[in-house]
Each structure stands twice: as structure tokens, then as C-alpha cells.
């Protein structure tokens, strides 16, 4: 059943290009993104001018990582809230707004309420969801299909992967309906996204690397995580994993904040894992990045860098590189969150865990 790997999320770990292949397929035809089930129409994703991302856990990164690309293509404002903090707040919302709600299962009881909340105030409610048929997707008024297949470790892994593309589909669909992309740039978008199978089936060769690094490490008393921009959500999502399935005190940080309060937890020997973004991206976010690891460094952390593959400037500052394949900035989440899924993963084996059923966790939360 785990495909001759000792723990489901292994297995669900490689079959991501996958799932990512199958969340893409049918989304673009004729030159034109289209939605499953959309029961919006073009006028008023047209008419769209504010999108709310609500989610849960890992849900909720895939939307971090979703605000960076949606702002920038479709020039709109994207919050991105927790499903649990957003349905009991007041949210300025009216039918112009456009709530996407984003949840593996279909069945997060918060981000159930958080629909109903919205939709009480006449916002249009998408669901990104994995689950069809699920009561989410039901009491919303569209619905996109994540393609990841049955998720059986409770850490989600490829399904977090498929959110990622299913927000950008509806980051380019809403670029598409407002015109703020021509249909050559959205084609191209969409071919981009089309190449990340085969990148993330590249970065599954470090596999063997990580999960020897995560048994070398698995005994630390904690592990930080930093990133910028949209390594920033990556972070957290490595953090995530980590305390889930390892029981780690584990923290993700805008490594920008270094200096306003974390720097102060390095210490002798602690993993700081860092997400590096792309040195043929913006090249002032990676030398901010490589500063930062060096004082790091330089004040005894270990450094575990997920960086680009031929990316020399940070060998002298990384104990341990771990390489992924060159990708558009705002694509990297796509290959940089695998090894921090194997490492947590690998990290709660050698400590003795069951990965796929980590303590006090359900797969999903339909109680508060
Ligand atoms: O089914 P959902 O996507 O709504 O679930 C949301 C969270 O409960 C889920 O992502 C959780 O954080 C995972 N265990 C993280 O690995």
C-alpha cells in the first residue's frame, strides 16, 4: 500500500509532480484559464476588487504563498487570513469581494464557518479543495479542484503543493477577466506552471541527502526556519512539518526580522534552515539573504540552505546545501517546501514516531 516505502508520507512526498500534473490538466484551453464549476461569472470576477484567502494549517501557507503571485499579476489586494480568526471578525466584504477558500478535506469546521460568514455578506466564495463533493466546495458558489489524490499522512504534503497551483490558477484567471495580463503573458504563466512536474520530480533526487540529514540533526532541541518573501511561507510550512511530526519546538521567520527579536535564539549548534530565493531573481532579496546567513553563522548556528543549483555565493556560508533546480521566483515554494517535508519527516522516523499518525492530530478538524 505505501508503494515498498516505510511511511505514507514518502510516498505521498513523490507523488507530487503528480499531483501537481493533474491539478493543471484542463485549466487552460482555447488560450483561456478556465475554473471547474464556476458558478461566477466572468462579469463579476471582472467586477472582483479585493480577494480574501481563508484557510487552516498548512492550507493556510499554500495562501501566503498565493498572495505574492496574485498581487502581483492581477494588481488586487489579497489577505490571507486564518479560517479561525477571519469568521469572528468582523471582515469588510460585500459582493465585489472575493473569498477563496482553500482546504484539503472540504470539511475544516473554521473554514466551513468562514464560507458561511462570507457569504452572509454577499461575497463571491471559491473553494480550492481536494475533496469532491466535500461540504465546503457545496456551499460555495465555484469550485476548483485540487487533483492531488487521497491524502493519507496527516502532514499534508502533495495536497499543499496542488493548492499552490490551484491559487495560481485563480490568481491567473482573475489577471485574465481584468485584462491586468495579456493572454500571451497568462499562456506563458500557465506554461511555466506546466513545467513544475518535472522540476519537482528533479528535487525528489535529494531525497537520500535530506533524510540523512534529518537523522544527523534529530536530536536538536529545536530548529529555525527563515525566508524571504515567498521563502517566507516555506518557512513556516517547514516549521509546520516539523512540530507535527517531530514534536520539535521548530519557528519560521521573514528572515527580515532577524534583527527585531529571533537572532537572539541562535545558539552553539542550533539548525537554522534557510530558504534561499533565486540569485538570478531579485538580486537584492538574495544578497539580503546571504547576509543574513552569514551572521547567523557567524554567531554558531548550523546552516541547512535550500538554494538554487549552481548558486556558489552561499557555499561558504551553508554546513549543509541542499540543491533544487532553478525555477521562476514566485514558483520556488513548488521545490523548495519538498526537502523540508522529507526532513521533517525523517527527522520524526529517527526519533522513533509514527509519521503518518502524529500525536493529538486528526487528519481533519471538523470540531473546533
Ligand atoms: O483539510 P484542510 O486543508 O482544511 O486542513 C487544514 C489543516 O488542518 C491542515 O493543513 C493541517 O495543518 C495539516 N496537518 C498540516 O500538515
Not at 32 to 54: A, H, N, P, T
Not at 98 to 115: H, I
Not at 172 to 192: I, N
Not at 280 to 286: D, E, F, I, N
Request: proline share 5%; charged share 25%.
Amino acid at each position: 500500500e505505501k508503494g515498498g516505502h516505510e511511511y505514507f508520507m514518502l510516498k505521498e512526498i513523490e507523488e507530487q509532480p503528480e499531483a501537481l500534473a493533474n491539478t493543471l490538466r484542463g485549466h487552460f484551453e482555447s488560450g483561456r484559464i478556465i475554473l471547474d464549476e464556476q458558478r461566477i461569472s466572468d462579469q463579476d470576477l471582472r467586477d472582483v476588487d479585493k480577494v480574501f484567502v481563508v484557510a487552516c494549517g498548512s492550507a493556510y501557507h499554500s495562501g501566503l504563498v498565493a498572495k505574492y503571485a496574485i498581487e502581483h499579476w492581477t494588481r488586487l489586494p489579497v489577505e490571507v487570513e486564518l479560517a479561525s480568526e477571519f469568521r469572528y471578525r468582523d471582515p469588510v466584504l460585500d459582493r465585489d469581494t472575493l473569498v477563496v477558500a482553500v482546504s484539503q478535506s472540504g470539511e475544516t469546521a473554521d473554514t466551513l464557518e468562514a464560507v458561511r460568514h462570507a457569504r452572509e455578506q454577499k461575497a463571491r466564495v471559491l473553494a480550492v479543495c481536494n475533496t469532491n463533493g466535500a461540504q465546503i466546495p457545496r456551499e460555495s458558489d465555484a469550485v476548483l479542484y485540487t487533483h492531488a489524490g487521497p491524502e493519507i499522512g496527516v502532514a499534508s504534503t502533495k495536497a499543499f503543493l496542488a493548492q499552490i497551483a490551484a491559487n495560481y490558477l485563480v490568481g491567473l484567471a482573475l489577471a485574465q477577466a481584468r485584462g491586468t495580463k495579456y493572454p500571451d503573458e497568462v499562456a506563458r504563466e500557465f506554461a511555466e506552471l506546466e513545467a513544475m512536474p518535472a522540476a519537482v520530480q528533479k528535487v525528489l533526487s535529494t531525497v537520500d541527502q535530506v533524510r540523512d540529514l534529518g537523522r544527523r540533526i534529530a536530536d536538536s532541541k529545536a530548529v529555525l526556519f527563515l525566508g524571504r518573501h515567498v521563502g517566507f511561507p516555506v518557512a513556516l510550512e517547514g516549521a509546520l512539518k516539523l512540530k507535527e511530526l517531530a514534536y520539535m519546538h521548530a519557528e519560521g521567520f521573514a528572515a527580515g526580522e532577524l534583527k527585531h527579536g529571533p537572532i537572539a535564539l541562535i545558539e552553539d549548534g542550533l539548525p537554522v534552515v534557510v530558504v534561499m530565493p533565486s540569485p538570478k531573481g531579485r538580486a537584492v532579496l538574495h544578497s539580503k539573504l546571504v547576509s543574513n546567513i552569514s551572521e547567523i553563522q557567524a554567531r554558531g548556528a548550523r546552516t541547512i540552505v535550500i538554494a538554487e543549483e549552481g548558486d556558489e555565493t552561499v557555499r561558504p556560508f551553508a554546513d549543509e546545501l541542499i540543491e533544487v533546480p532553478a525555477v521562476p521566483t514566485l514558483l520556488q515554494p513548488l521545490v523548495s517546501t519538498v526537502p523540508l517535508q522529507v526532513l521533517a519527516a525523517e527527522i520524526a522516523r529517527a526519533r522513533g514516531y509514527d509519521v503518518d499518525k502524529p500525536r493529538n492530530l486528526a487528519k481533519s478538524v471538523t470540531v473546533e
